[in-house]
């Protein structure tokens, strides 16, 4: 067990968190900061914070890389999930998740039609795991982030870690028949 997987069982995370925007730099950056803000108030760690411009190639990249780094539990992004063109980060990142967490989007579109009604139409989140490590896609919109965060990352995040980091360890075990010996043809 590494560092990081401990501080997950003991319920603390460490967070990739990302912000995807072509009109605002990071200095500019409230979803980020709401992002960070609620995730530290509630005694997770942000290992990695970046902002990057709206493009698919970058935004899947940088993705890729923190779910390969070994303190980085979650991956957050916000910003750049909407409708128009330049919103890729649902299509960026989709390809890189193992499975999706269908319920995620259903239950943030509830949420927020009890807070905004209709509007919420126009917003998309996803949420998955890639790699053993949770991932969730966010709105770039504060009141979005804060919805998203509080009411469903944070009370389920642990959990997810926990259970996504088992199917990652059970992927790399060599297979094994019935009585635990492997199988004589070396698994193929």
């Known amino acids: ?9 003991t319920g603390t995370l460490c967070t990739g968190v990302i912000t995807i925007a072509s009109d605002r730099g990071l200095e500019e950056d409230a979803a980020g900061e709401t992002v960070t803000d609620l995730l530290k108030a509630d005694g997770h760690e942000v290992a990695v914070r970046e902002h990057v411009n709206s493009d698919h190639d970058t935004v899947q990249s940088i993705v890729s890389r923190l779910l390969d780094r070994d303190d ?3 991956v957050i992004t916000a910003g750049a999930t909407g ?9 960026a990142v989709e390809p890189l998740l193992k ?16 807070r905004v009604g209709t509007a919420v139409v126009g917003a998309r989140t996803l949420a ?8 969730f896609c966010l709105p770039g919109h504060v009141d979005a982030v804060q919805l998203a965060i509080e009411e469903i ?4 995040a642990p959990a997810l870690v926990e259970r996504a980091g ?10 094994t028949d019935a009585n635990g010996a492997e199988p004589a043809d070396g698994g193929a």
């Open 72 to 74: 980085v539990d979650i």
């Open 153 to 156: 990352v944070l009370e389920e």
């Open 166 to 175: 088992y199917e990652a360890a059970d992927a790399d075990e060599e297979p």
């Open 128 to 135: 998955g795991v890639a790699d053993g490590t949770p991932v």
């Open 83 to 91: 409708v128009e063109p330049g919103d890729i980060t649902i299509e």
């Open 99 to 114: 499975k999706e967490l269908a319920a995620f989007s259903e239950l943030v579109t509830v949420l927020g039609y009890e």
């Open 1 to 9: 067990m590494d560092e990081t997987d401990a501080d997950a069982a």
